[in-house]
């Protein structure tokens, strides 16, 4: 893949955690355990997260090695493979404090290209 399709990802990417933002705005862990088109909603954008991610080239993935890239794509395999069996409070812990933390490097990359 391009470094151009790689940066078009990064933006998909960015675009999903910017609706993972708005979904999980003055809500709380309860919300996310209660309101089932909420948490279709996270959990869906964290698979989509994990499906972009892995379009990423292993040139982009290396040279950003400081994400982590596998856990991204480990959190859409448990998702997507045991969805009913999901963790809801891993799932909150995930949305908003990893989500955020990647949305801080995938922003510095594209600031740097």
């Not at 040139?59 to 480990?74: A, F, H, K, P, T």
């Not at 891993?90 to 908003?96: D, E, G, P």
């Not at 404090?97 to 594209?110: D, G, H, N, R, V």
Request: charged share 25%; proline share 2%.
């Amino acid at each position: 893949m391009s470094k151009h399709s790689d940066y078009i990802t990064i933006q998909e990417i960015l675009e999903v955690i910017s609706n993972i933002e708005s979904y999980l705005e003055g809500r709380t862990p309860e919300h996310l355990r209660s309101e089932k088109m909420l948490k279709d909603a996270i959990l869906m954008s964290l698979i989509v997260i994990g499906e972009l991610t892995k379009r990423l080239s292993e040139e982009i993935r290396n040279q950003y090695c400081d994400v982590d890239w596998l856990g991204i794509v480990g959190i859409r395999n448990r998702i997507a493979h045991g969805y009913f069996d999901v963790d809801l409070d891993l799932i909150w812990t995930v949305a908003t404090t990893e989500i955020p933390l990647l949305k801080l490097s995938l922003t510095k990359i594209m600031e740097r290209n």
